[in-house]
């Protein structure tokens, strides 16, 4: 959403009958967006780099702009969406909770929910807790197919 020219894209991938699905942090306005599916993703406290691994003015952003309800709510009340959550611990879930809450009444087979990780273990282990979560809640489970493929590789 912040790349130039991003709404004249979209808007000629309209023109030439593309499905345009848009993948965004929900922290920018749509601004009326030529989008059919908006996949917002918000970013959870876990999100936020550590000091130490980026200038602290970076880290201070973003925690100041990682979550945005009202901007999130811009994008579901307007787009088909569905709203994507990286998971680390069960902890998180509490706080997936109270996002999901401030954006409002969610359908649950809307809310899908990741496991964070770039190795396979990592990623099993956060499995079984996320789609026991997901079965309980109705929610959707997203793996990580890129990382089953090819590992944490640059460019998959």
Not at 78 to 87: A, C, G, H, R, S
Not at 98 to 119: H, Q, R, S
Not at 122 to 136: G, H, P
């Amino acid at each position: 959403m912040i790349a130039r020219d991003i709404h004249f894209l979209a808007a000629r991938l309209r023109g030439l009958g593309k499905h345009i699905t848009i993948e965004t942090a929900g922290t920018v306005p749509p601004d009326g967006i030529a989008c059919d599916l908006a996949s917002v993703s918000p970013k959870p406290a876990h999100s936020t780099p550590t000091a130490g691994t980026l200038d602290p003015t970076w880290i201070a952003k973003h925690e100041s702009t990682r979550w945005r309800p009202d901007i999130v709510n811009q994008w579901v009340r307007n787009y088909p969406f569905q709203l994507k959550f990286v998971f680390r611990t069960e902890g998180d879930l509490t706080e997936i909770d109270e996002m999901i809450n401030a954006v409002g009444d969610i359908p649950p087979d809307k809310v899908l929910l990741m496991p964070e990780g770039t190795n396979q273990d990592v990623l099993r282990t956060r499995q079984r807790v996320l789609v026991e979560t997901c079965k309980r809640r109705g929610y959707r489970y997203c793996s990580r197919l890129h990382i089953d493929l090819f590992g944490n590789q640059r460019g998959t």
